[in-house]
């Protein structure tokens, strides 16, 4: 009580003091002074009802923040990359990349490495160009200090640390070799091991360790060979009996269903995601390439495949275009159509290249 009195007849004082100061201050003033102070008064007023007023806004001072890497207007995701390595120069390398870009969902990034060569080379494409105007690809080249030129270098390459702690940052979900891989698994996985050099490839050696790991979560055989056409055959498709009917093995991965009636050349047929050429094409396995059928139903089903492998397409240029043909990296003409022995198959009637005997794809 004390305390509230005391701080009342303080207030009463104030308020007194105020006054008498307020009427020697008026008295003291001209007209003209207490008609200015009139209009401030009124002014200082309506600005400050005008505030509080939702109806006005006061102009505010545009804010400046700058975000370096991050666009959150970007229609991709920084986590998501898709990542190529490749030194070589091939003048498939610029449909490929973009194939690959429109066959992949679309908020994935992709991301380039190539040799000042390769790189060189996909520049002079506009399209290429318009994807690292617009965000999506990355042309990066292969670090100084390392080199991919051969299976040993390539598993070097992709088990050093560095590029998933430095290089490929922020990346966290990468596409590569028809493999779906998490960065900070593998930076979990190179922190403490190192690959010793001529031991498993890299895929082989990552596989394990990853597989190793407390919680880890590995597509076993059976699922990898949903995305994954190596080795051995995964489930064949199935056209329904019937038009509306579901076939037993609906495949949740893909979207659609097959259909009577307009699917049926898919009957029967393993379908993977993409096709793992081995030892780069060389080596295609009798499961997914050996019989007639098998390589006409991967003809159809994933005609982009015959642009990784050689094959020279001069049989197939009509009219007089055969005799301008040339193979873009011998220059001869004719020569690379003597030396690969281009050769055809006829599958139900209808001719296809034959596959060379050692494939080098590029
Ligand atoms: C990016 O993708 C990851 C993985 O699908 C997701 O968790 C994350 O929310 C996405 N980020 C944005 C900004 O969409
Ligand atoms: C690639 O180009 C850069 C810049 O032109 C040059 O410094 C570098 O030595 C080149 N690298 C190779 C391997 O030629
Ligand atoms: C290459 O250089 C980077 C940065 O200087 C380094 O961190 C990395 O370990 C090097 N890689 C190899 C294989 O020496
Ligand atoms: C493989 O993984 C799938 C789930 O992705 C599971 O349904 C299946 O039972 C697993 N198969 C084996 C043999 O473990």
């Known amino acids: 009580m004390d305390h509230?009195?005391?701080h009342g007849n303080t207030i009463e004082h104030s308020l007194g003091f105020t006054r008498k100061t307020a009427m020697s201050f008026w008295s003291n003033t001209t007209k003209r002074v207490r008609v200015a102070g009139g209009l401030i008064l009124f002014s200082v007023l309506s600005i400050t009802l005008l505030c509080y007023s939702r109806s006005f806004l006061m102009p505010t001072m545009p804010k400046v923040s700058l975000h370096y890497g991050v666009d959150s207007h970007s229609p991709?995701?920084?986590s998501k990359v898709a990542l190529l390595i490749e030194n070589r120069v091939n003048p498939i390398l610029t449909?490929?990349?973009i194939h690959f870009m429109s066959v992949v969902p679309p908020d994935w990034r992709f991301r380039f490495m190539g040799s000042n060569e390769s790189v060189d080379y996909l520049k002079q494409s506009s399209s290429i160009r318009g994807h690292v105007e617009s965000g999506k690809l990355d042309l990066t080249y292969i670090p100084e200090n390392m080199t991919t030129g051969s299976q040993e270098e390539i598993s070097t390459f992709l088990t050093t640390l560095w590029l998933y702690e430095t290089v490929l940052q922020p990346a966290e979900w990468l596409l590569n070799t028809i493999g779906l891989r998490r960065v900070s698994a593998i930076v979990d996985v190179l922190r403490n091991q190192v690959r010793a050099p001529h031991s498993e490839p890299e895929d082989v050696w990552l596989a394990e360790r990853l597989g190793h790991r407390p919680g880890a979560k590995l597509?076993?055989?059976?699922?990898?060979?949903?995305?994954?056409g190596e080795m051995h055959r995964g489930k064949p498709e199935q056209v329904p009996a019937d038009e509306d009917g579901e076939a037993d093995n609906a495949d949740s991965t893909k979207a659609g269903k097959l259909?009577?009636?307009?699917?049926?050349?898919?009957d029967g047929f393993y379908e993977p995601m993409g096709y793992h050429t081995g030892d780069s094409?060389?080596?295609l396995h009798s499961g997914i390439w050996g019989t007639p059928a098998q390589r006409q139903h991967i003809w159809k089903y994933c005609p982009e495949m015959k642009m990784t492998l050689v094959m020279d397409a001069a049989k197939y240029v009509p009219g007089n275009c055969n005799n301008q043909w040339k193979r873009w990296n011998t220059g001869d003409e004719g020569e690379g159509t003597d030396e690969l022995g281009v050769a055809t198959e006829i599958i139900n009637g209808v001719?296809?290249?034959?596959l060379p005997a050692g494939l080098t794809p590029w």
């Open 219 to 228: 597509a076993n055989g059976t699922a990898s060979l949903t995305f994954s």
């Open 95 to 97: 449909p490929l990349l």
């Open 351 to 354: 001719e296809y290249p034959l």
């Open 4 to 6: 509230l009195s005391l």
């Open 76 to 78: 991709y995701n920084v």
């Open 259 to 266: 259909m009577k009636g307009l699917d049926d050349w898919r």
């Open 281 to 283: 094409g060389n080596t």
